[in-house]
């Protein structure tokens, strides 16, 4: 992610550039209407400077960019706002998980219980949009509110719900979902294998429009400790 935010920072220094250039302004004269000092208008157009969002509102508005800059600022803000969110949920589950190992077992209820049926040591092979589903409806959270167990934007989960031009998680959000999954009680594990347990079915809106027209499909489960699959 640094990386991508590096990039990104470096085509949005860029943009500027080039959109300074075609309307005949020179470093000089565009940090004299800015109040910027000409070296930091030149560490911006190379990816060097970070610079608030007023900047680049007056910029938009002094190079006639028609609102360009300002958007392909706010995809930059929001990119690093979803890594410095998923930075500080990593650095809670590491808590958690060190809370969680100094605690005695819990035993199981019954016993009696296939360790599938209850979603003990369920693990997922890979995850898609049906399995982020299971698990935010087996935790009973709305999608602002997985949103913001994950650290991530309600965005990124409509994007994993999302049927027709799905968005599968990465390998970081994969762990992520991993350790959300490990960390619920027994009660949300069993639901959410009964939810993947169940046929596939469409989602009604009762997470927000974001959930509109999506329907769900399976990956495979896997019983902990071995290849065999549960579905």
């Known amino acids: 992610m640094p990386e991508q935010i590096r990039e990104a920072q470096q085509a949005l220094g860029l943009r500027l550039a080039r959109c300074r250039k075609t309307a005949g302004i020179t470093q000089v004269a565009l940090a004299r209407r800015t109040a910027y000092s000409r070296s930091a208008i030149a560490n911006v157009e190379i990816g060097r400077q970070n610079i608030p969002r007023s900047f680049w509102e007056r910029v938009d508005l002094e190079l006639g960019a028609g609102g360009a800059l300002v958007d392909a600022f706010n995809a930059l803000h929001e990119l690093v706002t979803t890594y410095r969110a998923h930075k500080a949920w990593i650095a809670e589950q590491d808590r958690l998980r060190r809370h969680h190992a100094a605690m005695p077992p819990r035993p199981r209820q019954n016993d009696m219980v296939e360790p599938a049926a209850c979603g003990c040591t369920i693990t997922?092979?890979?995850?898609?949009?049906?399995?982020?589903?299971?698990?935010?409806?087996?935790?009973?959270?709305?999608?602002?509110?997985?949103?913001?167990?994950?650290?991530?934007?309600?965005?990124?989960?409509?994007?994993?719900?999302?049927?027709?031009?799905?968005?599968?998680?990465?390998?970081?959000?994969?762990?992520?979902?991993?350790?959300?999954?490990?960390?619920?009680?027994?009660?949300?594990?069993?639901?959410?294998?009964?939810?993947?347990?169940?046929?596939?079915?469409?989602?009604?809106?009762?997470?927000?429009?974001?959930?509109?027209?999506?329907?769900?499909?399976v990956t495979p489960l896997h019983r902990g400790g071995g290849s065999q699959a549960v579905l």
């Open 124 to 217: 997922v092979a890979r995850w898609s949009g049906r399995e982020t589903l299971a698990l935010r409806e087996s935790l009973r959270l709305s999608v602002q509110g997985f949103a913001e167990r994950l650290r991530v934007t309600a965005s990124i989960i409509a994007q994993w719900e999302d049927r027709k031009q799905p968005v599968h998680p990465s390998l970081a959000m994969q762990a992520a979902l991993d350790d959300a999954l490990k960390l619920a009680d027994q009660d949300a594990r069993s639901r959410f294998a009964q939810i993947l347990r169940s046929p596939p079915m469409r989602v009604d809106d009762h997470a927000g429009a974001s959930a509109r027209g999506r329907y769900a499909t």
